[in-house]
């Protein structure tokens, strides 16, 4: 790990001004991801904004009948809150489908939306990444690709999100409220928030420079069933192969978002319109243009027997 200098930010517009005005800073808060990233010396930020004591650690009930999530609350926290066990119950799986119960007790909202990719070339600083070294190619085209995109991807990369908790809010619409080193507050509609490879893999987001998270918010409760189903290559502390997050409602009408498939959690509108007609044709509208390698295709399959599985349950219950 290289040396950095370090500081505790006083206010959030004060935490976006200094990741702005100093060269290579970087927000800190749980870093369950980005400390592992500074040992291996693929991340290499020269200052360390702390955030912790920012405050955004509460979960509130909002005037419409949403909630409001603070950026620090960990994961842990979460899904066990009863407002979101009772009315957004895909959330509250899919975070505990993710990582071990010591991560998620240390793992923030924010942290998680922003975690970076998990393909083993991204990780391997003797290959070349786009995403780690813009311009210097993608060694998982033509390489080992069994975890890597079907849907969505580029010449210039194939990597996933790796997040089960962004594939939930992706189902839920939620919207993801910031702040930019003027004060401003900016509010992103989750299907906006991240961005798909082009030629610019290494963007992952459309945050602007310094613009700092300040909590992410659920719209009032859609009722119906919430089911999350992650298929993976171990029972535990594995990141997803498919991961489908679905509320679905009586009449068999709702919404399906898939993970481990594209560099964003994965959510078409025609394809959540197809819902009543079965999985297959939701998995064909959803995978539509899917440009799978040699060694993935059998993730659209596979998506479409896990959307199969969590629609028949929908029905039986």
């Not at 001004?17 to 100093?22: D, E, L, P, R």
């Not at 904004?49 to 909630?67: M, P, R, W, Y």
């Not at 895909?90 to 990719?117: C, F, I």
Request: hydrophobic share 40%; proline share 6%.
């Amino acid at each position: 790990m290289k040396s950095f200098t370090y500081e505790r930010a006083t206010s959030a517009p004060d935490a976006a001004s200094k990741a702005v005005s100093i060269p290579g800073a970087k927000f800190i808060a749980g870093g369950t991801n980005l400390l592992d990233l500074m040992k291996l010396e693929i991340e290499a930020p020269r200052h360390l904004i702390d955030v912790n004591g920012l405050g955004f650690d509460k979960i509130e009930d909002t005037a419409d009948g949403g909630l409001r999530i603070g950026a620090l609350v960990n994961n842990t926290a979460l899904a066990a809150d009863a407002r979101v066990r009772r009315s957004y119950g895909v959330l509250s799986r899919a975070l505990l489908a993710g990582a071990s119960g010591q991560l998620r007790n240390k793992a923030t909202t924010a942290g998680n939306l922003l975690q970076r990719t998990r393909c083993p070339y991204f990780y391997d600083t003797n290959q070349p990444c786009n995403k780690r070294q813009p311009g210097s190619g993608c060694a998982a085209i033509g390489g080992f690709s069994r975890q890597l995109a079907v849907i969505g991807s580029s010449e210039a990369c194939i990597a996933t999100h790796p997040s089960d908790m962004a594939v939930a809010m992706r189902v839920l619409d939620a919207t993801v409220e910031t702040v930019n080193a003027q004060g401003q507050a900016r509010n992103i509609p989750i299907a906006e928030f991240h961005r798909l490879p082009e030629a610019t893999p290494h963007i992952e987001t459309t945050l602007a420079p310094g613009e700092l998270i300040t909590a992410v918010t659920l719209p009032a409760p859609a009722g119906g069933q919430h089911l999350y189903r992650k298929v993976r290559d171990r029972a535990s502390y594995a990141f997803a192969l498919i991961s489908v997050a679905a509320v679905i409602q009586p009449d068999g009408t709702g919404r399906v978002a898939v993970g481990g498939v594209a560099h964003k959690p994965w959510r078409i509108d025609e394809a959540d319109a197809q819902l009543p007609r079965g999985a297959k044709a939701v998995a064909e509208r959803l995978f539509t243009g899917a440009r799978p390698t040699p060694e993935n295709g059998f993730k659209v399959p596979l998506a479409e027997r896990a959307l199969a599985s969590v629609i028949h349950e929908a029905r039986a219950s």
